[in-house]
């Protein structure tokens, strides 16, 4: 079992940042494959970056390179998002996700989905005001 609390969202007006974090506890020693994904009103949940915690693999959706990073503190169990010049359209429910990953096959994926992943957090709250 894993646990995942998100912290860190809030309001900005576009342009600005925020910083999401993501706190991983229970048996998160072994690999895992982690991820961010949002969900706006009214759509699906897609992936937004991932980080294999077993090696140097990571990587960012196309809607968000360029402003976005992930990162993972593994001496802190926290994955992180840096995002900057935030738009409108990034408002939605943030979710940070893990996944057993013996292999790093999951995140290797070339996309990855809600179903690719079996623990989630309970969403934290990104609204961009134009």
């Known amino acids: 079992q894993v646990q995942l609390v998100e912290s860190g969202g809030g309001s900005v007006q576009a342009g600005g940042s925020l910083r999401l974090s993501c706190v991983a506890s229970?048996?998160?020693?072994?690999?895992?494959?982690m991820g961010w994904f949002r969900q706006a009103p009214g759509k699906v949940r897609e992936e937004v970056g991932r980080v294999d915690t077993g090696g140097s693999l990571s990587g960012l959706s196309d809607s968000v390179k360029g402003r976005f990073t992930v990162s993972l503190d593994n001496a802190n169990n926290t994955l992180a998002l840096q995002m900057h010049s935030l738009k409108p359209e990034d408002t939605a429910v943030y979710y940070c996700a893990a996944q057993f990953d013996f292999w790093g096959s999951t995140c290797r994926k070339t996309r990855l989905y809600q179903s690719d992943f079996e623990y989630w957090g309970q969403g934290t709250q990104v609204t961009v005001s134009s």
């Open positions: 229970g048996d998160i020693s072994r690999r895992h494959c």
